[in-house]
């Protein structure tokens, strides 16, 4: 299973940015998908995650901020993040679980938000 991420950069404080996340398999093979972030000297955390039924879960700090979707047909994820803070910034890692309870992770993509 290979997880190819895409989007993230710069932003200034208050800007968007939206992931994707495509898995190289089918997303009925797929239980849940989601990103994590990890910010410098900080442990890796769940920013979001949707199962393949389509029900959200969000970390408290980006509730109402972000938005969790899939396209079932393309087996694809995406984060679409609003009004970034600073202590947004991380390396930002798509994960699935597979139907099995296997995890699979991205390669990372870097975020940054600018005061």
């Known amino acids: 299973v290979q997880l190819q991420a895409s989007g993230g950069g710069l932003v200034q404080a208050g800007g968007s940015l939206g992931l994707s996340c495509t898995a190289s398999?089918?997303?009925?093979?797929?239980?849940?998908m989601g990103w994590y972030r990890q910010a410098p000297g900080k442990q890796r955390e769940l920013v979001a995650a949707?199962?393949?039924?389509?029900?959200?879960n969000y970390a408290d700090s980006v509730k109402g901020l972000c938005t969790i979707s899939r396209d079932n047909a393309k087996s694809t994820g995406y984060l679409q993040m609003n009004s970034l803070k600073p202590e947004d910034t991380g390396v930002y890692y798509c994960h699935i679980v597979s139907a099995g309870g296997r995890d699979y992770w991205g390669q990372g993509t870097q975020v940054t938000v600018s005061s």
């Open positions: 949707i199962t393949n039924g389509g029900s959200p």
């Open positions: 398999v089918s997303v009925f093979t797929i239980n849940a």
